[in-house]
């Protein structure tokens, strides 16, 4: 497959002889500037541009997030009206979702798993190219509605609300037509992920020597493949239902609004999995990296991983405990949710005692990795209580969900998000990041994320619901908001500062060289910013850390010389 | 291997900790009751779901204190400035299978306390000799509905709407009209008050946190739950808030649950259906009136 690019390949060096080594029918000429990109079937830049783009949807979600914090600030507040707001927290949810965590995985992905495999490029390169703009559509036409009427049925679009008897209007209509333009989006770049992973691995690279990461993205995306199309009928339905007259989930029709909700969250729980599950890829290859040892369990690892993905598909109605349902059926989804629990359990010892022992270099990446380990536990914790149905029948729907759901998503995923930028970063621009900035915006994060959503729990179990644009003073529900709303700020400013760090840069960074963690994957093992066809050579893969092994036949070769580390730059 | 030692080290450690934790926690509960847990005192599920939450919440600060103990000291101990090496360790058969067990071993307790408690949040008592009088209920067949032992109860009908509620007094006579009300469901104490909870229109989800838990409003389904106000909370009005996303006033779909004693609540009743038989008469008689113009014309 590789094989194809003959049209790329440089002759310039002078001492080839003056007759043609390959003849081409015609050669393309370079393509640059912003064609360049519009145009590329190339995995990185694809990769980069999926990054990019998810990253200025996370900052349009996080506007949002910080407009329903600034009104939720106080009692009786009055900033945002009851529309305004329902448009707030549905296009927050549904952009930090959609539109951020998933593509933003889908990025790395496509930048690093090619990579870590040692492939020139993604099976179907031109799908690729397919797929991020399928991705670019459903934002673009999405965020239109907030010109012809944002949605305000929430992220998770119950009928019979989000029904045109209840919500006319585009909004509804944008969000059902983003689930199924990013839905084909993820469908053909997860098929492109299995493919390219299940068949350009380096040679001896077998099953048992991909890198965690390179697993975790082919666990996401058979989720995607079992997911989505339950969504994607699910929205036809609802579209049907809004359009032309039929009552699927119209209970004076003879619908039922219950299988709107069954359909959603039959996508709906894989879908917690589908963003947390690189995160816990991500981890698993920093963790080893700055503590400078193997990953502790790399089976276990790994078969955790799929194991939560198994049961992860078979839980989604512990979203649906307080629905008028047998008891049997809540009874068996609280088992299943307990026995994720399991898996859990033991990734989160895996990784302590991958730290365990090891000589722990405290970098910016390391940081967000051990900020991840620290509040996904809360999360994980939080979930376990929450599984319990009759407690979930106080905390359903409350702020003690809220804040559950952002110990993991935010917690979790968002810091496993910012410690594979940090980690990454110098391999895909050439340039190091600010390990000073980074680490004052890890803190600022740190401590901001916390002020803001511990308290939640706090405010649901008092009984504050979710999706309230305003309260009445009662008890300490004002207090406690205004904590979250400062918090929120403080996590803003965090943010913004890796977000300068970043920008700043991509001119002023250090060089970084090909690999300056002494890193243990393949990605290291080529210049930064790697070049189109990534390997000139392919090396033999021998272990799960085939650069380790590189970097300790080249000592043994070159002698002892060669110990001292390589100056990591900052 | 050298990781046994200390990693025993370590499990001595943390057990005093864990148990310093739970101690901590054991005693400052009732002060911070407030802040720490759902909401209870107004009927005894609540107060089911209230204990079976403070057993999760104990196990599960033991787990957070222990884990996120093991990772600081892990930090602290294992930093590369101490000017160590790293140990070259690709795992641990014996200790992988060790947490794999405790964490099945764990969720299965947690599991069968669960059990032990769903009784209690789910069945409803009897009510009280003291009690409100009230009727034999009847069976509502294929929903979740939970009778006393003695299948009595006064059932109250609630029904959600965009954005209110409105709740209809079953008062045993079928013959007559049921008094109803909006907002304020008013309630005898002593008496076990089963509700119906259905919706004319969205979802909507019915919350009195110091009643128990929440259950949803769904049109074309009754959902069925249950409180018992105890006798030394008459006169209290207990107060919630619609808790499933309904529309742009969904925040102000407020109710409340005003406890009487049971003497109190028949003579609202009384009242009530007093008021109700005036107003239709009051109608028949309109109509009386409207139907002669009629056959004048
Ligand atoms: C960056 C800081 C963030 C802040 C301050 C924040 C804050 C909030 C707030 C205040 C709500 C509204 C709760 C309600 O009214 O029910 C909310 C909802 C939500 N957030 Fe975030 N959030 C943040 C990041 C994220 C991220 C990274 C995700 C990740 C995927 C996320 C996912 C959601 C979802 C799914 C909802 C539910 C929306 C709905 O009810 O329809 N948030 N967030
Ligand atoms: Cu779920
Ligand atoms: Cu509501």
């Known amino acids: 497959m590789a094989a194809a690019d003959v049209t790329t390949t440089k002759t310039t060096e002078q001492t080839l002889p003056k007759v043609p080594l390959l003849t081409a029918h015609s050669v393309e000429q370079?393509?640059?500037?912003?064609?360049?990109?519009?145009?590329?079937?190339?995995?990185?830049?694809?990769?980069?541009?999926?990054i990019v783009a998810a990253l200025v949807f996370f900052v349009l979600g996080g506007v949002e997030a910080l407009l329903i914090r600034l009104q939720l600030g106080t009692p009786d507040n009055t900033?945002?009206?009851?529309?305004?707001?329902?448009?707030?927290?549905?296009m927050h949810g549904t952009t930090m979702v959609f539109l951020f965590v998933i593509p933003i995985m889908a990025g790395f992905g496509n930048y690093f798993a090619p990579l870590q495999i040692g492939a020139r490029d993604m099976a179907f390169p031109k799908l690729n190219g397919l797929s991020f703009w399928f991705y670019m559509a459903g934002g673009v036409v999405f965020y239109s509605s907030l010109f012809f009427g944002a949605p305000e049925a929430a992220w998770t679009t119950y009928a019979p609300l989000s029904d045109d008897a209840y919500t006319p209007g585009f909004g509804t209509?944008?969000?059902?037509?983003?689930?199924?333009?990013?839905?084909?989006?993820?469908?053909?770049?997860?098929?492109?992920?299995?493919?390219?992973?299940?068949n350009m691995r380096a040679p001896g690279m077998g099953w048992g020597r991909m890198p965690i990461f390179v697993w975790t993205i082919l666990i996401y995306s058979v989720m995607l493949i079992i997911a989505l199309p339950v969504i994607a009928v699910g929205a036809t339905l609802l579209l049907t239902d809004r359009h032309f007259g039929t009552n699927f989930y119209d209970v004076t029709g003879g619908g039922d609004p219950l299988l709107w909700q069954h359909l959603f969250w039959f996508f709906g729980h894989p879908e917690v999995y589908i963003m947390i599950i690189p995160g816990f890829g991500i981890i698993s290859e920093v963790l080893p990296v700055f503590s400078?040892?193997?990953?502790?369990?790399?089976?276990?690892?790994?078969?955790?991983?799929?194991?939560?993905a198994f049961l992860g598909t078979l839980v989604w109605a512990h979203h649906m405990f307080t629905t008028p349902s047998p008891t049997a059926v809540l009874v068996f989804f609280m088992i299943g949710s307990f026995l994720i629990g399991v898996p859990t359990g033991v990734k989160i010892f895996n990784w302590i005692f991958t730290l365990?022992?090891?000589a722990i270099e405290f970098k910016t990446p390391l940081l967000f990795a051990v900020g991840f380990l620290s509040m996904f536990?809360?999360?994980?914790?939080?979930?376990?209580v929450l599984a319990t149905f009759p407690i979930d029948w106080q905390l359903h729907d409350s702020y003690f969900v809220v804040a559950h759901f952002h110990y993991v998503l935010v917690g979790g995923a968002m810091f496993s998000i910012a410690s594979g930028i940090y980690y990454w970063y110098p391999k895909m621009t050439g340039r190091m990041m600010s390990e000073t900035l980074g680490k004052w915006s890890f803190w600022f994060m740190f401590v901001g994320f916390n002020i803001t959503f511990l308290i939640q729990h706090s405010l649901g179990l008092d009984g504050?619901?979710?999706r309230i644009y305003e309260y009445g003073d009662i008890g300490n529900w004002g207090t406690w908001n205004l904590i979250s709303t400062i918090g929120s700020f403080v996590l803003g400013i965090g943010l913004l500062l890796s977000f300068i760090n970043g920008y700043r840069s991509l001119k002023n960074g250090a060089i970084a060289g090909p690999d300056p963690w002494r890193g243990n994957t393949l990605e290291w093992f080529i210049p930064s910013p790697p070049p189109v066809n990534n390997f000139d050579v392919v090396p033999t893969v021998r272990s799960v850390e085939p650069l380790k092994d590189i970097r300790q036949e080249v000592a043994s070769r070159s002698g002892a010389a060669e110990a001292a580390p390589e100056p990591a730059a900052h | 291997m050298p990781a046994q030692s200390s990693v025993g080290r370590l499990r001595q450690g943390l057990i005093p900790l864990a148990a310093a934790a739970t101690a901590t926690l054991l005693f400052a509960e009732p002060a911070a009751a407030d802040w720490i847990s759902p909401e209870r005192g107004g009927s005894p599920n609540a107060d089911a779901i209230h204990s079976l939450y403070m057993i999760l919440l104990v196990v599960g600060l033991i787990v957070f204190f222990a884990v996120e103990g093991l990772l600081l000291y892990t930090l602290w101990k294992f930093k590369a400035s101490r000017g160590h090496e790293a140990k070259q360790i690709h795992g641990n058969t014996k200790l992988e299978i060790g947490w794999t067990g405790g964490a099945a071993v764990l969720v299965v307790i947690l599991a069968i306390v669960s059990f032990a408690k769903l009784g209690e949040i789910r069945n409803p008592p009897n009510s009280d000799p003291a009690g409100f009088r009230v009727a034999a209920i009847a069976e509502d067949p294929g929903t979740n509905q939970k009778l006393p032992p003695n299948k009595q109860g006064l059932h109250i009908k609630v029904t959600g709407y965009q954005y209110g509620w409105r709740y209809t007094y079953d008062d045993g006579n079928p013959a007559t009209q049921d008094p109803y009300t909006y907002r304020d469901l008013y309630a005898p104490t002593q008496t076990t008050v089963l509700l119906s909870i259905t919706s004319s229109d969205v979802i909507h989800s019915w919350w009195i946190p110091e009643l128990g838990g929440k259950f949803d409003a769904v049109d074309g389904f009754n959902n069925w739950t249950w409180f018992k106000i105890p006798a030394d909370k008459a006169g209290v009005s207990f107060r919630g808030q619609c808790a499933e996303l309904c529309g742009r006033n969904h925040a102000n779909m407020t109710a409340s649950v005003k406890a009487l004693t049971p003497s109190e609540f028949d003579a609202w009743l009384t009242a009530k259906r007093t008021e109700l038989d005036q107003s239709a008469k009051d109608a028949a008689a309109q109509r009386?009136?409207?139907?002669a113009g009629k056959e004048l014309k």
């Open chain 1, 30 to 50: 370079e393509v640059t500037g912003w064609r360049s990109w519009v145009l590329t079937t190339d995995h990185k830049k694809i990769g980069i541009m999926y």
């Open chain 1, 292 to 308: 400078r040892k193997p990953i502790f369990g790399y089976k276990a690892v790994a078969a955790a991983t799929a194991s939560i």
């Open chain 1, 377 to 384: 536990l809360i999360g994980g914790i939080s979930g376990i």
């Open chain 1, 79 to 90: 900033l945002l009206d009851p529309q305004t707001y329902n448009a707030m927290f549905t």
């Open chain 1, 356 to 358: 365990y022992q090891g």
């Open chain 1, 173 to 198: 209509d944008a969000w059902i037509f983003l689930v199924h333009l990013t839905g084909i989006s993820s469908l053909v770049g997860a098929v492109n992920f299995v493919v390219t992973i299940a």
């Open chain 2, 288 to 291: 009386a009136v409207v139907e």
């Open chain 1, 464 to 466: 504050m619901p979710r």
